[in-house]
């Protein structure tokens, strides 16, 4: 049944290649300055970085840590990394140096691509990752223009990701993600399907386990992502009222912030459905709340970074359900 799975969702590096073919130029990703990257892009300047990353010596096995903000250039590293065969090591861009660090010092990295200010001493090889300000500039320095890595054969126990625990009891963990469990993840959201994706807001850091692990599905579906820097309830509650956005998702201080804007019942959240939260126990006092106000079905997810998947609540299907 495993191998099943692996076989019905196929590994990142070919799903990014089919969600280039099915979507083309279709919206992937809108970074936080308002340029937009393309699943076409998205395919192009992935392969274009892997071949530049391979120059620098990273291959099949190797490690790739990032120390990058949310933004378009994340996942086009992740995806790079995964069509070399290497794995992909997110290191959250708001924790301490020395906390940094630590991370660094158990995935052991053969390069580190890092935001400005970011980059790590100790390190022996580093590369600083600028803005940019369109999919050409993207990591410009890195890629090989025009070139595509060589294919890989299909494992599934090849390792893709590493993913780190938040470390409440006692130093954070990295998780061990390969092409099997991530294909096992895929199944469970979205199953053999393809297309289906809205609009909606990465709004947490991408090395969290939500982004890294749903990356597949999320290829899969076609949506549209508006990435934000920096989250703010203000900027989340327009971009949801500019785009139409029929699902908001988030850990619940996330949403009690948005409830307590006190120009919140002045938003037209109208085609706002569903409400997704997780990463944290969400109070029924606030699962009351969020219903009522924003009149959308909610529904709790509750997982752990070791697993990857794990339980949740069943939302009412439509609002007609909500108002009964």
């Known amino acids: 049944v495993q191998m099943d799975w692996f076989a019905l969702n196929l590994a990142l590096p070919a799903i990014a290649r089919e969600a280039a073919r099915q979507f083309a130029d279709a919206t992937a990703y809108v970074a936080p300055d308002g340029w937009a990257l393309s699943y076409r892009d998205l395919d192009r300047v992935s392969d274009e970085l892997a071949v530049g990353l391979a120059r620098r010596g990273v291959k099949a096995g190797d490690v790739l840590a990032l120390i990058l903000p949310p933004s378009p250039e994340y996942p086009v590293a992740y995806l790079a990394a995964a069509k070399l065969g290497a794995i992909t090591a997110g290191v959250n861009d708001r924790l301490t140096t020395a906390e940094r660090n ?35 500039a993207m990591l410009q320095d890195l890629r090989a ?113 948005m409830l307590r804007e006190p120009d919140f019942d002045a938003y037209d959240l109208d085609s706002v459905r569903f409400l997704v939260v997780g990463g944290g126990p969400i109070t029924p ?8 106000r924003f009149r959308a079905a909610l529904a709790t997810r509750y997982s752990c970074t070791e697993a990857g998947i794990g339980l949740g609540t069943a939302a009412p299907l439509s609002r007609t359900t909500l108002d009964a």
């Open 102 to 136: 630590a991370l660094l010092e158990t995935a052991a990295p053969r390069l580190v691509l890092a935001a400005p200010g970011l980059e790590p001493d100790g390190v022996s090889s580093v590369e600083t990752v600028t803005p940019a300000d369109g999919p050409d």
């Open 145 to 257: 223009t025009d070139e595509t890595p060589p294919a890989l054969a299909d494992e599934p126990d090849r390792p893709i990701a590493i993913v780190f625990t938040s470390g409440t009891t006692g130093l954070p963990k990295g998780a061990l993600y390969c092409n099997r469990q991530l294909a096992f993840i895929t199944q469970t959201d979205v199953g053999d399907t393809w297309g289906g994706g809205g609009r909606g807001v990465v709004g947490t850091p991408m090395a969290h386990l939500g982004f890294m692990t749903k990356l597949p599905g999320n290829l899969r579906r076609g949506g549209m992502s508006f990435v934000m820097r920096r989250w703010r309830a203000a900027d989340a509650l327009r971009l949801a009222v500019d785009h139409r956005m029929n699902t908001l998702a988030g850990v619940p201080t996330q949403l009690a912030l």
């Open 285 to 292: 006092g606030l699962a009351r709340e969020a219903r009522d």
